[in-house]
């Protein structure tokens, strides 16, 4: 961002025979210690409020294009703090007052010519509010965001309107009514509670053609119980993100959830070459390269998309993490109550031994072999996704270690974030114990149905190298150990 505001303001402004070196500070740039000079000089000159106005001037003059556009909002507003200041103190609101109050903004505008994303748009409402105090009138730059706010509100209205029809077309409603009938039937409060007020269903969400990038809705030409069990895995994982409200609402139990304020955050795909570097495994692992390894200039048809999990940085992961979270608890819940009844249905067509015990089950009866299914289709998600506990864990230790490393304000902003800690905490604890769970039942992470042909178990093996995500995982124990040490006395001290 040129200075030419700057030039035109210092000539007229800055004339103070009281505190020249601050004047020669200016005249040479050197913002930082004008800054530096100025709270000295404050501290000893407690009535000569003017020094305020070159305050407001140096913070003025740390904006530039080499900034962080969030340093930059800092610096803009101090310098309308510290000219809100010198106002208390002075009627002296002449031209030259106004050309800064000008001047303030016009770069608010410059800082702000681009979208702006959630953390961004607080930091422009909280400038707004001091800027108002100042002068009586918002922000240029906040008036065109509540204009675009409400564009954008209107658009999204018809847009939902049109998408009605479609959303609740027979085969939608069919399909939304038989995942609230298990879910009513056997699943937690939590599940049926993101259901109910944030339904995801198949017409929400699609799949992206790897080649072209285009975005595709399933349609049904029929549904069924088999149809909707085989997706209600992902159903539940969508519906948790709308519920999850941008990243700041995490699920964490069957019963909470947990409202967290988000920090600062850089983009998640800025680790990955660390996470390379560190074991080159993690290049085969699917939800790397599905989740953190999305550079956008690297990422073909996908190329422009702004992912949750990237920018949402710490926040976007945890906000995947608890989404797997729920959608996998979803399918273990159903897979153990369709193994009962599977069992419980087979009983009556068992052969045994003379002393009682099961020699094997034929699956002769149609109601065993009906639940045999559905137990195979929710067991297979619980299975496929359960890796992503160990996965996740390993993307937000990364992403610590990296941010400790090279923006330990971020680092100290999230450790100190005491919500977000928390609900790491108790979803960490919980995901664990149902991943661990999960391969107690398949130890050999494979499926096992019985094959009617030969009266012999087959197996159904998932396409996950847990070698490979446990190779990843170990790196970073040490550190996510002391991560979960500090993140469970959060648990501690809220009690």
Known sequence: MKKVILFILFPVLLQSQDIPKLQQQLDNENYHKCIKKAKRYAKWHKKNKEVNYYLAIAYFGLINDQNSRYNNLSYLKKSINYLSIFYRYTADRTSKTQQLENALDSTASLLNNNSINKGENYALKRLNKSYKKLSGNNLTAYQQYIKEQEELRDQQNKQNERDQELKMNKEYKEFKDIVMKYAYKYLSPMHIKVLEENYSGPESYGRRNKTTGEITHRIFDEVSDEIVLREIEVVIHETTHMFGGGDERFIVSSTEYIDVQKTEVIRTSLIADDMINRNDAIKDLQLFNIYVNVDQKKYGPN?????????????????????????????????????????????????????????????????????????????????????????????????????????????????????????????????????????????????????????????????????????????????????????????????
Not at 336 to 354: A, D, Q, R, T, W
Request: charged share 25%; net charge negative.
């Open 303 to 495: 190329a422009g998309r702004e992912l949750g999990s990237d920018i949402g940085g710490i926040y976007g992961l945890m906000d995947e993490y608890c989404a797997y979270y729920n959608g996998v608890s979803a399918s273990w819940i159903l897979y153990k109550e369709f193994k009962k009844k599977e069992e419980l249905s087979c009983v009556s067509n068992g052969i045994y031994f003379p002393d009682g015990r099961v020699l094997r089950y034929t699956i002769e009866d149609s109601i065993a072999e009906r639940y045999k299914d559905r137990k195979e289709d929710v067991g297979s998600d619980a299975l496929g996704h359960m890796d992503a506990f160990y996965e996740f864990n390993s993307f937000i230790a990364a992403y610590l270690i990296y941010v400790q490393e090279y923006h330990p304000n971020i680092y100290n902003n999230i450790m100190n974030n005491t919500e977000f800690l928390r609900a790491y905490a108790i979803v960490t604890n919980n995901f664990q114990a149902l991943a661990e769970e999960i391969q107690k039942e398949f130890p050999e992470n494979k499926i096992k149905w019985y094959h009617e042909s030969d009266n012999k178990y087959s197996h159904s093996v998932k396409n996950v190298d847990f070698n490979e995500v446990m190779s990843v995982y170990n790196d970073y124990i040490p550190f996510l150990e002391e991560l979960r040490n500090i993140a469970n006395n959060q648990i501690l001290t809220k009690k």
